[in-house]
Nanobody
Framework: EVQLQASGGGLVQAGGSLRLSCTIS????????MGWFRQAPGKEREPVGC?????????YVDAVKGRFAMSFDNAAENTVYLQMNSLKPDDTAVYYC??????????????????WGKGTQVTVSS
């Protein structure tokens, strides 16, 4: 059974940084695309970005470009990090990681993913 475990959330002041991680277990595929999404209170879930293990490509929504960065753990290929810098109160949300084993190049990743983690809360105070 494929499972995703996201961690690293917390409370941080505006301008601060957090690093989220997401570890996939129970899979046998060689490649995948991992998307990060977030949902703020009272709002719909929205994409944050996606990273492809097929080509190493990373894709970000405009709201986080230049502030957020995704990467693979060099030692554990089933772990992805989301480094979040220059955080703003608007970044407050529950952050989810999700994985797709068929569409491994992040093409239109926001339309749907195969498996989802439970989310981790990120709160940015002003």
């Amino acid at each position: 059974e494929v499972q995703l475990q996201a961690s690293g959330g917390g409370l941080v002041q505006a301008g601060g940084s957090l690093r989220l991680s997401c570890t996939i277990s129970g899979f046998t595929f060689d490649d995948y695309a991992m998307g990060w999404f977030r949902q703020a209170p009272g709002k719909e879930r929205e994409p944050v970005g996606c990273i492809s293990s097929s080509n190493g490509g990373t894709y970000y929504v405009d709201a986080v470009k230049g502030r957020f960065a995704m990467s693979f753990d060099n030692a554990a290929e089933n772990t992805v990090y989301l480094q979040m810098n220059s955080l703003k109160p608007d970044d407050t949300a529950v952050y989810y990681c999700a994985v797709d084993f068929e569409n491994t190049y992040c093409t239109d990743y926001w339309l749907g993913m195969d498996y989802w983690g439970k989310g981790t809360q990120v709160t940015v105070s002003s």
